[in-house]
Every structure is written in C-alpha cells, then in structure tokens.
C-alpha cells in the first residue's frame, strides 16, 4: 500500500478511501438514483427508496469530521419499524450498512461501488420477507 500513495494517479484510483473521498458529485447522484429506483422496483414498493441530498463525513486522521457533499437513498418500509429494517440490512448476505438520520435510513452512495449497489440491489428484495 505504501507505494501506492508514492503515485498519486495510483493512489486515487486503488486505494478505496482516497476513491470515495474524491468522486465526483455528479457521478454520486447517478449511482444513488440507479440505486433508488432498483430497490423500488425489485421490492414492488414494499420498500420506499428516495434520493436525498446528505453530508459524508470522513473519520479520524487528517480529515476528522470533515464534510463532503453527497447523495444517499432514504429507505422506508412499509411493514417494519426503522430499527427493524436497519437490522434486516445488516443481517443480509451480504450485510448492508446503512445509518439512521432522524426518521430516515440512510444508504451513502459515496461508500457504495457500482458493484455494490448491484448486489444491494438484489438482496433488497429479502428485506420485505416479514
């Protein structure tokens, strides 16, 4: 890892918290459009999934509690409380982690890879098994 950050090209592109922290906004939204509107139709609406505007905050180091602009998708479910559905996440194959904002639940495009969101995106759909 170290030689990684010796090229900074290489840096941002391999090394997972310099990617996030750097993506573009715009890219951001998209994913977290793609996101909303995939859980919203693999769920049949069981599962209400919007775009929302959010902060990103990145941990200790250098940067503590630094903000970053970033889009997230606020889920709600139909059928279950936010701390039941937050736990439904965690517990999926694989697990999702999400964070509570108020009375949203939160998942933060910013730390979830295309790939990711594809896989959430499939395993939304046992989230509304009751």
Not at 16 to 35: F, G
Not at 96 to 125: C, P
Request: net charge positive.
């Amino acid at each position: 890892t170290l030689m990684e950050y010796a090229d900074a090209g290489r840096a941002f592109k391999n090394i997972p918290v310099l990617e996030m922290l750097t993506q573009d906004i715009t890219e951001i939204r998209k994913r977290a459009a793609r996101l909303a509107a995939g859980i919203r139709k693999q769920t049949a609406g069981l599962i209400e999934a919007t775009l929302t505007e959010d902060l990103s905050y990145a941990g200790g180091g250098s940067l503590p509690g630094h903000e970053f602009p970033t889009y997230a998708v606020s889920i709600k479910s139909k059928r279950q409380t936010l701390n039941e559905l937050e736990q439904r996440l965690r517990g999926s194959t694989p697990p999702v982690i999400s964070r509570i904002k108020g009375d949203m639940l939160l998942l933060d495009a910013r730390t979830i890879s295309d790939s990711e969101a594809r896989a959430i995106i499939v395993v939304s759909k046992a989230w509304c098994v009751t």
